[in-house]
């Protein structure tokens, strides 16, 4: 993954609009992705996975869209909702080694 | 359903002092870890544990030892706290192998070294 230092990447989104957080994973190797969400003096909690071999994968309100090609990793997430307002992770898993969380993007919800 | 707790939630030492951090789970998980998460950063593991009995090392072990000392309790030990060590320590615990991804995590624990 990639620290991004002090500053954390912020999307800032109106309440009801759709949320597309990108990620920029970085071993070819992985074949086994998560996102994780943190709320504010929480730990970080799962959302949603998808394995190298799926492209696309829906829960509720969330999609993660994977991209082998380019090495990216992104979380739809429809009609963003105040609590949806956290610090988001995506993690990778190269076969057989430990998941690695890159450096987060914190999603602001307007209301 | 506590999930996974860990003790203290805040804790202020001086360099030089040594702490633990406790850590317990009541999912009956077989693998627990600890990472710490500096500001505006992700997560970075510093010991891990597979299973009873067993511990690793993880991407930045220096200045931390654990004990895995039973099924439910992961510990982990600063012999002699540096201010590079002040971070948000997390512990988690997962069912499956320790190389897949849903873990659950505590709350944290805020350590400041001065």
């Known amino acids: 993954g990639e620290n991004v230092g002090l500053h954390l990447p912020t999307l800032s989104v109106q309440e009801g609009d759709n949320s597309i957080i990108n990620c920029a994973y970085s071993n070819s190797a992985s074949d086994y992705f998560i996102w994780y969400k943190q709320e504010s003096g929480k730990g970080p909690q799962f959302i949603i996975d998808?394995?190298?071999?799926?492209d696309k994968r829906q829960g509720q309100r969330v999609t993660v869209l994977l991209n082998k090609t380019v090495k990216h990793l992104s979380l739809q997430i429809a009609a963003t909702q105040p609590g949806d307002s956290a610090v988001y992770f995506c993690?990778?898993?190269?076969?057989?080694?430990?998941?690695?969380f890159g450096g987060g993007t914190r999603l602001m919800v307007k209301p | 359903n506590a999930g996974v707790t860990q003790t203290p939630k805040f804790q202020v030492l001086k360099t030089g002092q040594s702490m633990t951090l406790q850590c317990a789970q009541d999912m009956n998980h077989n693998s627990m870890y600890w990472y710490r998460q500096d500001p505006g950063m992700g997560l970075r593991l510093i010991y891990y544990s597979a299973s009873e009995g067993t511990t690793d090392k993880g991407e930045v072990p220096n200045g931390y030892n654990v004990s895995r000392l039973n099924k439910r309790e992961f510990s982990l030990r600063l012999e002699s706290a540096a201010p590079s060590q002040t971070s948000v320590y997390f512990c988690?615990?997962?069912?499956?192998?320790?190389?897949?991804?849903?873990?659950?995590f505590g709350e944290g624990s805020r350590l400041t070294v001065l």
């Open positions: 993690a990778e898993i190269p076969a057989g080694n430990m998941l690695t």
């Open positions: 988690a615990s997962t069912q499956r192998a320790a190389n897949t991804g849903e873990l659950f």
């Open positions: 998808i394995r190298s071999n799926m």
